[in-house]
């Protein structure tokens, strides 16, 4: 008895997975740290500074049959700033910079998305920053897609954006050359 | 005849002199140097250096505030002028809190900047290692507790002058003095 009641729900899975497939729900895999977001910042206009924030999470929903109905939803804890130094860290997370202490996290969630080539398309979204939200656009691009070796199935995206900080309301002057900043990030999904 | 360096039971030699006097300055100078660097500009000429000479110093005070804390117990402490027990009582709490805290600012500003494993450079004389770091948000913490212990410390520091000048102008004692003049 036990055992046709565990098939039956095995069997009623594997119907209802066709079901999902459409729906392709991913969640970003920041459990294992295969997402990353970092950013690149003109230090006086003769180097680059790069940081990245350690500790985000996400989720979207892709189908290659229907890409215009992708979705993305992406929050950030600003806290988790970090630029491989501690003083500037901290410095980045005060007033001066984010007040992390006002405005913890930040947020992306997608309005739209549209295709641009085989593999790429521009997305748009209300990202929050700084208590700010702004519409930005970010050029992504599918890396790939496909079963992982340990039953799961996963879809990857990288994409790129540059921010004005004075648009976040974040105006310490850091140079000219220092006005923008260039966001990257790379995301694999695993398919829920 | 020479200075007397050492304490007796009734004076203050000049070692005990020199590190109160030498030391209030430190006190006093970083506390500013601390407040002025933390809100220059990043193209401020002193933005770099300004954090540097503080660091030092800084440095520089807990070696003293070790040194002196041995130099304390070592050495005879002058007995207090006659006055009532609770006045001595808070005026010998007050001098241990402003040990602890001369120890405890030092540390507390170390910990910021080591906190990613980074030392700090002692003047350019060498570079003091990084004993604890990673801690989850080191540098905020400490980064806290340095600003409040530091106007904490402003605070402690200006009762006891206080107290100092009320027994020089109002009491008429020597309590001032003995911390001014090196017997021979």
Redesign the interface.
Known sequence: MKRVLILLLLLSGLVALPGRVSAAEYIIDTSKAHAFIQFKISHLGYSWLLGRFNRFEGSFSFDKTEPEASKVNISIDVKSVDTNHAERDKHLRSKDFFDVKRYPSAKFTSTGFKVTGERSAVMTGNFTLHGVTKEIMIDVKQVGEGKDPWGGYRSGFEGSTTLTLKDFNITKNLGPASATVDLYFSFEGIRQ | MALRLTNTDESFGAVSIVLHWGMALMVFGLFALGLYMTGL???DPWYTSAPHIHKSFGLLLFAFAVFRLGWRLGNPTPGMVRMPVWESGTALFVHWLLYSLLLCLPISGYL?????G?GIELFNWFTVPSLL?GID????IA?AIHLYLAFFIILVSGLHTAAALKHHFINKDSTLLRMIRIRR
């Open positions: 500009e990043y193209t910021i900047s080591t906190a990613d980074r770091s948000a080191q540098e905020d980064g």
